[in-house]
């Protein structure tokens, strides 16, 4: 496994993986994050196990391969190297060997195997709705929900999706706070959510001027956004 792309884009992807990176965690493998190389392609994902960020690059000189990198240490050498482009190297035992022009450096990872699986979401139900109108209602009502691990459910902000409107509720057992959107317009999902405040706070952090796509499914959502 091998490629080359630019230090600059690498490090912002490697910032934004970071965020999904949990501080102490009983499974080490999870304080990696998964590089996967195809077809010209970079795809790198991270998971605390209850949100995952996936994020795709172009690359150049790609060779096919996969394993598991520790984040902060990558991040930290790649914030280090100068603003040119950096060659990344895999042998068959996962050694990540990065160079540039001003150095070379060597990282042990780990195989893909041990990684967490990426979720699927079977029968998704999507919402098409503005990143503009999703981040009014995230920072107008996220604040109110619960910090008490005790009560997870509490973690969450309920969106009740209607054909007409969005009705977003979020509450830590003392206070209540309701936001009705009336602009929001749809002729797909219809129905209720609760979705984690760890991954709404990340979310409206990077809701530009595009809109955004949500998949529903039983038990998990995804949010697609175009980086471009």
Do not use: W
């Not at 990176?21 to 304080?31: A, G, K, V, W």
């Not at 001003?102 to 999507?126: A, D, L, R, V």
């Amino acid at each position: 496994m091998k490629f080359t792309l630019d230090k600059n884009a690498f490090l912002k992807n490697l910032q934004l993986l970071s965020k999904a990176i949990p501080q102490r965690s009983t499974l080490p493998i999870i304080s990696s994050a998964l590089f996967t190389v195809k077809d010209e392609i970079l795809s790198m994902r991270a998971t605390d196990l209850e949100i995952s960020i996936n994020l795709k690059s172009k690359i150049e000189g790609g060779e096919d391969g996969c394993v598991a990198i520790p984040l902060g240490k990558l991040l930290e050498i790649t914030s280090a190297m100068p603003e040119k482009n950096i060659d990344f190297s895999v042998s068959d035992i996962g050694k990540m060997n990065i160079s540039c022009n001003s150095g070379h450096y060597t990282i042990m990872g780990q195989p893909s195997e041990e990684f967490p699986s990426e979720q699927i979401i079977e029968n998704s139900k999507e919402i098409l709705i503005s990143s503009e109108e999703l981040k009014d209602i995230i920072n107008n009502i996220s604040y109110a929900a619960s910090k008490d691990d005790l009560k997870p459910v509490l973690q969450g902000v309920l969106f009740q999706i209607q054909r007409n409107g969005i009705v977003s509720v979020a509450t830590d057992g003392h206070r209540l706070v309701k936001v009705v959107d009336q602009n929001y317009k749809t002729d797909t999902f219809v129905g209720d959510i609760v979705v984690p405040k760890k991954f709404l706070s990340y979310l409206s952090t990077h809701l530009y001027d595009d809109d955004i796509l949500l998949s529903v499914g039983e038990t998990h959502m995804t949010a697609t956004i175009n980086q471009d």
